[in-house]
């Protein structure tokens, strides 16, 4: 088994990216090939997703929850195994989260390095499309634009 890490900084603050992240029924805004979250109860979730032309299903199940800073889970039927994300402050409008994913790569020894190859791109990928959500659609107290005060939209 293998663990991928990685980590971006987010111009929104901890509270803000944990609880978008918490918000799984989104994540097809963000995660490449992920069609479909449903959330089964509390803690359990069905994902529908294409990876490689292949529609795949599996279930999660949360595992850790420690508000605004750590979320964990782990998987079933999936060469996904387990992610840990962790949301740390860095500014009252800035924070990093980190990644961890617990990858059980199949096949040889080439394919598994090729396949974590392309497993950690696409992580990164999703890290990027979600700083671009949150980032979008976060504005801090008081900064209001001329568009926003004229059709009324409150934040």
Do not use: C
């Amino acid at each position: 088994m293998s663990t991928i890490e990685t980590s971006i900084e987010v111009n929104v603050p901890e509270y803000t990216a944990y609880a978008q992240w918490m918000k799984f029924e989104e994540f097809p805004q963000f995660m490449e090939g992920v069609k479909e979250v449903k959330r089964l109860d509390g803690k359990r979730f069905h994902w529908k997703a294409e990876i490689a032309g292949q529609v795949k299903e599996w279930e999660t199940e949360i595992t850790e929850e420690a508000a605004d800073q750590r979320l964990a889970w782990t998987s079933r039927d999936s060469v996904i195994k387990g992610w840990a994300m962790a949301f740390h402050p860095l500014s009252s409008a800035k924070s990093t989260i980190t990644l961890q994913v617990e990858y059980d790569p199949q096949g040889s020894a080439e394919d598994a390095g090729a396949a974590l190859e392309t497993v950690s791109q696409r992580i990164q990928g999703d890290l990027e499309r979600f700083k671009e959500l949150i980032e979008k659609r976060w504005r801090p107290a008081g900064r209001e634009t001329i568009f926003d005060i004229a059709v009324g939209k409150t934040y």
